[in-house]
């Protein structure tokens, strides 16, 4: 079996930038059409449609906040109405807002849990509601699949990041919780936990001496790409992981395997 995603659809939240552009060039690639979701920045979103169409793919840009209930109910209804259906819906949208947690400001605290939290609940919800109405378009094993865009720090803790780190914990047991309620109805969600990847998120992380240090955290010994990501996200979309529910891939280089442990304690 190969993994393609012909006569799919596919809405990538966040796709403007980083991860998510990565992950909606890939689904492209592998026959999707896409949806390129962009919160302020429409250009680059735009960008990324002409470079899918280019290349002989099917995409349009459409913004919508996804912490804006009315927003992500009209992101799907567009969708399906332009391309007759939708199959597979990844949860990327998120942001950093970091401070030590004693100086953070509330609206940080809940801007960073309505963006990378709330977000993907409503994300996922409306998906449901929409897999469950449409039914199955036979264009794979399964009538849905929801990818939510996890990190490593689901399970590190991180100083400095509090409402980041919450934000991705939360999105472990409720990515969970969703693929426990909705596997009975043919329904797939499972989750991405990036590592290192170097995007605008963490530029200034990623790059001169801070980016050789963080090397220090990655067994691999390698910073990661968006590409890396997307081609998780490719395979999990896909009927070569049908059987995979409910389950997180770390692609992380091995950031989550404690390295400060391989030569202490
Ligand atoms: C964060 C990045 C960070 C990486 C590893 C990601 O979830 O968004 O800023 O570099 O985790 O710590």
Redesign the pocket.
């Known amino acids: 079996m190969e993994c393609r995603l012909d006569r799919q659809v596919a809405i990538v939240t966040g796709a403007s930038s980083g991860i998510g552009q990565g992950v909606g060039k890939a689904l492209a690639e592998a026959g999707a059409a896409v949806a390129v979701n962009y919160n302020s920045r429409r250009d680059p979103a735009e960008a990324l449609v002409r470079e899918i169409e280019q290349g002989g793919g099917r995409a349009f840009a459409i913004g919508a906040d996804v912490s804006d209930e009315a927003d992500v109910t009209r992101l799907f209804r567009e969708t399906a109405s332009r391309y007759g259906g939708i199959d597979i819906v990844v949860a990327n949208s998120?942001m950093?807002k970091d401070a030590p947690s004693a100086s953070m400001s509330l609206a940080d605290w809940k801007r960073v849990i309505d963006v990378n939290l709330t977000g993907q609940f409503l994300t996922a919800r409306e998906a449901i509601r929409h897999f469950e109405a449409q039914g199955d378009r036979g264009v794979s094993r399964s009538i849905g699949k929801i990818l939510c865009m996890s990190?490593?720090?689901e399970v590190?803790p991180?100083a400095g990041h509090v409402n980041?780190a919450a934000s991705?914990g939360g999105i472990a047991l409720m990515m969970r919780t969703l693929a426990q309620e909705v596997a009975p109805k043919r329904i797939r969600v499972n989750a991405i936990a990036?590592?290192?990847?170097r995007t605008a998120?963490?530029r200034a992380?990623?790059e001169g001496d801070a980016g050789r240090k963080l090397l220090d955290l990655i067994p691999y010994k390698r910073i990661g790409a968006a590409e890396d990501i997307a081609n998780a996200a490719v395979f999990l979309a896909s009927d070569l992981s049908d059987y995979i529910v409910g389950a997180t891939l770390f692609v992380d280089g091995g950031?989550t395997l404690y390295p400060g442990f391989a030569d202490n304690g």
């Open positions: 998120g950093q990190s490593v720090h590190i991180w980041y991705k990036p590592g290192a990847i998120i963490n992380a990623t950031m």
